[in-house]
């Protein structure tokens, strides 16, 4: 999940552009545009920090440690839910899918599935290792959480079904 400074909203606008207002802390949407649900979540996912944080600044270490289990278990069904919250499948008519950390979209025939071999489009880092043209990847999970700017998927790897 995307919790890097600078998040934005990136919730579809009547223009259809992304929204562009920054994301503070666990928020999923702006104001304008987070539902009841995306508050809860992330009222809920901060309060999970906070009891974190007094946790740990408590001296009882047997008391401490459970309790940090049983935050770290929270936190990570927090995370998975907003994660669920935050998950969108579809991008202007095109599928998006995550090839290891990234976000793309596939504008081709047919819906891509997870473990689908596919062509990616070239980058910097790509072309210093292997030199220009596209890059084999493995759909690694169907939707994404990011917001922001997705390529796009060139096409199915040769050989692939
Ligand atoms: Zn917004």
Not at 97 to 105: D, L, M, Q, S
Not at 132 to 157: D, F, N, Q
């Amino acid at each position: 999940m995307e919790r890097a400074e600078g998040r934005t909203c990136g919730r579809a606008t009547r223009s259809g552009s992304p929204c562009k207002v920054r994301l503070h802390g666990a928020d999923l949407a702006c104001s304008r545009h987070a539902s009841e649900q995306d508050r809860t979540l992330a009222e809920a996912y901060q309060r999970g920090w906070n009891e974190g944080f007094q946790a740990a600044s408590r001296s009882s270490e047997g008391l401490q440690n459970m309790r940090a289990e049983r935050l770290e278990r929270r936190v990570a069904d927090l995370e998975r839910q907003l994660d669920e919250a935050s998950r969108y499948y579809e991008y202007g008519g095109d599928q998006v899918v995550e090839v290891g950390r990234y976000a793309y979209r596939w504008p081709g025939l047919g819906r891509l599935e997870v473990g689908d071999r596919v062509l990616l489009p070239e980058n910097w880092i790509s072309q210093m290792k292997h030199g220009p043209g596209p890059v084999e990847g493995v759909v690694t999970k169907l939707g994404a959480t990011y917001r922001g700017e997705l390529s796009v998927i060139i096409g199915r790897a040769p050989g692939a079904g």
